[in-house]
C-alpha cells in the first residue's frame, strides 16, 4: 500500500472513530444537564423540608415525601439549560422556591 492510501486510511479510520463517538458524547452532555435538574431538585427539596419541619404541624413524618413531590412538581417546566447555572451557583430563585410551597399542599397526603 502506498502512503498516500495509507494516509488516507488512517484519516478515514479517525473520522469514523469521531463520529462513532458523537452519541456518546451527546450522552455524557444530557447526563451533564440531568445532574444539573436533579441537584437543583435537591436543593428545592431541602429548602422545602427546612422551611415545613420549622413549622408547628401534626403530620412531620410526612414532610420529605410531600416535599420530594412538591420539588418535582415546582420544576416540571423549567428548561434544563437553566439548570446549569443554579446548580453551579446553589442560589435558587425565589419564584421556584415559592412555587415548591405552593406545591407542597397539594403534595400532603
Do not use: H
Not at 14 to 39: N, Y
Not at 53 to 63: E, G, H, R, W
Amino acid at each position: 500500500m502506498s502512503a498516500l492510501a495509507a494516509a488516507r486510511s488512517a484519516v478515514l479510520a479517525a473520522v469514523l472513530a469521531s463520529v462513532a463517538a458523537l452519541p456518546a458524547f451527546a450522552a455524557g452532555a444530557s447526563t451533564e444537564a440531568e445532574a444539573a435538574r436533579d441537584q437543583v431538585r435537591r436543593l428545592v427539596l431541602d429548602s422545602c423540608v427546612y422551611t415545613e419541619s420549622a413549622k408547628d404541624v401534626v403530620k412531620k413524618d410526612k414532610i420529605v415525601d410531600a416535599c420530594q413531590c412538591a420539588a418535582t412538581r415546582a420544576l416540571k417546566g423549567i428548561k434544563t439549560e437553566e439548570f446549569t447555572p443554579i446548580a453551579e451557583s446553589k442560589n435558587v430563585p425565589d419564584a421556584w422556591l415559592t412555587a415548591a410551597g405552593e406545591a407542597y399542599a397539594a403534595c400532603l397526603r
